[in-house]
């Protein structure tokens, strides 16, 4: 990282890190709200019967999310180095624990290629909303506008690219310039379109049957899969078993308290979770829609809803910047895991490690891409390639790469090692350093291992 300015070195190691404790929560908060808060997370609450929902979801975070995300933190700040070079130099260079640095790696790049693919829908969303595309339109013609637009050959393949560049234009200006600088600018605009946007929705004509479609949980509308979609989602939007949170950490200065960064950054996750649902479901029961539309939710639903509200011109173009804005912060954290490797393993420069994985990243986003189109025909084990990638990470790679940063934090650190990180050499309350130490050890590689063989179809 020769582009680095000297005097920002903050950690013994030498190592760059993030200027203050503000930046780091915008990092890393930024990281872990995207796509997954605004796109996935009200549409899995929806198909899931909304407020039972989210209680298993808040266990989820606060049982597996915080011990997982402290248990990366640890890891990248006590190894000072990117995720595969944390693991050399806590575990040893020919450990077998370094199969968790290269499952991440792997899966920050795959989740990337289609991440990227999605995020580029939301631009053109931008466009389609600044031309005002979906007034007048009835909700069949605004679906199929969707369904026309991403099965197109060229139009969503544009769109991954031009966000591609911009994530690795963020990349290329470096850690501080670039990630930190963008982070700390992007999150507040994200949290003031977010509020907005929730304004207009409780503000809207029999909103209060979407508030409590959040709010009152029925559990009879709770299945089993939905308990398990919700410990998955726990997984994904914490930016967990992907090398992010390994990387980042390495970026925290030593004094930063990591548990209390933690959850900190947890918090703020969820709060924007509940927040994009705050914004979207009073004005989806208001406009009489359906809340459990699935993945179309964001994309045709809500133009539908936009396009019949008072003001919905200006909401609907904030809406969807508000997205991009939220998948850039992430897919920016997801290259940095590449990056960081590249360069201080390879040896390779930030810019020319910056374009060689965007391209590798990129060309297998094609593919994904075209999945919804032209390629739909080509699948293995009867999934397209954007399921296939999908697959291999969220339900394979994350939870194993998440079940070792676990097991190795707490049964190859140990809690000497533990205790010293976390407290920044300091003393960490007793009681606290010992239930996270149960917890690291027992319950998160349980609850991670039960969901794993769910959704490989094993129980
Ligand atoms: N957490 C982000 C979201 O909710 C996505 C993300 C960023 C991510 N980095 C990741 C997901 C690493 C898994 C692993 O959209």
Redesign the pocket.
């Known amino acids: 990282m020769g582009s680095q300015p000297s005097a920002a070195v903050e950690n013994p190691s030498g190592r760059i890190s993030f200027s203050n404790r503000l930046s780091i929560i915008a990092v890393a908060a930024g ?11 009200p549409y899995i609450a929806g198909v899931n019967g909304g407020a039972a929902f989210i209680v298993v979801y808040l266990a989820c975070i606060c049982i597996i999310g915080l011990p997982v995300l402290t248990s990366e933190f640890i890891i990248g700040r006590r190894g000072q180095k990117n995720v595969i070079g944390s693991y050399v130099r806590l575990a040893g260079k020919s450990s077998p624990w370094l199969t968790g640095g290269f499952i991440s790696l792997f ?2 790049a795959t ?1 990337l290629s289609f ?1 990227g693919v999605v995020a580029g829908w939301s631009l053109e969303y931008i466009v389609k909303a600044l031309t005002n595309s979906f007034a007048g339109k009835t909700p069949a013609e605004v679906g199929g506008l969707f369904g026309s637009f991403v099965s197109s050959p060229l139009k969503p393949i544009i769109w991954q690219l031009v966000f591609m560049g911009i994530t690795a234009a963020v990349i290329c200006a470096g850690v501080k310039k670039g990630i930190e600088r963008f982070s700390t600018v992007m999150m507040p605009l994200l949290l003031a379109i977010i509020v907005l946007l929730c304004i207009r929705s409780v503000t809207l004509p029999g909103a209060e049957n979407g508030i409590a479609f959040l709010f009152k949980p029925d559990f009879s509308k709770l299945s089993a899969a939905g308990m398990l979609d919700a410990l998955g989602h726990a ?11 390994i990387t980042y950490g390495s970026y925290f200065n030593k004094k930063e308290g990591l548990a209390a960064t933690a959850v900190q950054v947890s918090v703020a ?1 969820t709060v924007i979770a509940i927040l994009a649902g705050v914004a979207i479901f009073p004005a989806v029961f208001s406009f009489g829609l359906e809340p459990g539309a699935g993945p179309g939710l964001v994309f045709v639903t809500l133009p539908n809803v936009f396009a019949q509200m008072p003001g919905g011109y200006f909401f609907c173009i904030l809406f969807f910047v508000l997205i991009a804005v ?2 850039l912060t ?2 920016v ?2 290259l940095e ?1 590449g990056v960081a490797y590249v360069t201080e393993d390879l040896g390779i420069d930030r810019v020319k490690a910056t374009l060689l994985l965007t391209f590798l990243i990129s060309f297998v986003g094609i593919f994904c891409s075209l999945s919804f189109g032209r390629l739909k025909e080509l699948t293995f084990f009867s999934k397209n390639v954007f399921d296939l990638a999908d697959f291999l ?2 339900n394979i790679g ?1 939870p194993l790469a998440g079940m070792l940063s676990v097991l190795f934090v707490a049964w190859g650190l140990g809690r000497t090692n533990v205790e010293d990180e976390m407290s920044s050499g300091g003393s960490v309350p007793i009681g606290y350093l010992s239930a996270f130490m149960i917890v690291t050890k027992y319950l998160a590689p349980l609850g991670i291992a039960i969901v794993f063989l769910h959704s490989l179809g094993i129980i």
């Open positions: 990281s872990a709200i995207g796509l997954g808060n605004i796109w996935k997370f899966c920050s989740i991440y997984f994904f939007t914490l930016s967990l078993g992907a090398g992010t949170m996750d939220a998948a992430s897919s954290s997801m895991v990470v969220s994350m």
